[in-house]
């Protein structure tokens, strides 16, 4: 039986479970997880600077909390603005694409307070699953189809520890019918001295 393909903009297709995920149809939690970062002041100078440093060609760890499911995910953040994923212990895709972007802001609450660099993350990605199964002639099965997941996330950098990168936010269905709807939570962390140690290591 031949291969349907269908894409899904999750706010259309899903929009009578809103609330769900791609994968399960539990009420999305809305506790976001509790990361912990440097700390809760105003960021220091050697903060700053970190936070300004570029993150292109960089591997980060992508954890992504929808509903009470966990995956991780390797993302490769290109030059180009592009995105490359690796390997995932989540739904296996068949296909996938993405882009990023970022922007900065010297933010000042007070005339007496110190000014505070922000510097904000998106990822857009979209990802390829196939489901189904092709059954026997004369039956009633529909057989395999494809069918595209996207999302964004959409967030905040910082540092954690001494040095190490790392964004967290919201994970978003944005839709330009039903607006952004909030589905879970991410968190993502650089990666690339771990991975250049364990080759060397290896």
């Not at 539990?26 to 220091?44: H, M």
């Not at 440093?53 to 993302?75: I, K, W």
């Not at 900065?104 to 998106?122: I, T």
Request: charged share 25%; net charge negative; proline share 4%.
């Amino acid at each position: 039986m031949p291969r349907l393909s269908i894409t899904l903009c999750i706010g259309t297709a899903l929009a009578a479970v809103a609330g769900t995920n791609a994968f399960s149809t539990t009420p999305v939690s809305t506790q976001a997880p509790n990361f912990s970062r440097k700390d809760d002041n105003a960021p220091s100078t050697t903060t700053t600077l970190l936070l300004q440093r570029p993150v292109s060609g960089r591997h980060f760890q992508l954890e992504e909390l929808e509903d009470a499911e966990t995956s991780t995910t390797d993302v490769l953040l290109n030059a180009d603005m592009t995105v490359t994923l690796g390997g995932t212990n989540g739904p296996l895709y068949t296909a996938s694409s993405g882009t990023w972007s970022e922007s900065s802001q010297f933010l000042k609450d007070d005339q007496n307070e110190p000014e505070e660099f922000k510097r904000m993350f998106e990822l857009k990605l979209t990802r390829r699953f196939i489901t189904g199964a092709d059954g026997p002639e004369g039956t009633t099965e529909i057989g395999e189809f494809e069918y595209d997941v996207e999302r964004t996330y959409r967030g905040e950098c910082f540092i954690v520890g001494e040095s190490t990168f790392a964004m967290n936010g919201e994970i978003l269905d944005v839709d330009e019918v039903f607006g952004d709807r909030r589905l879970g939570f991410f968190n993502m962390i650089d990666t690339t001295e771990e991975r250049e140690n364990n080759a060397m290591g290896a």
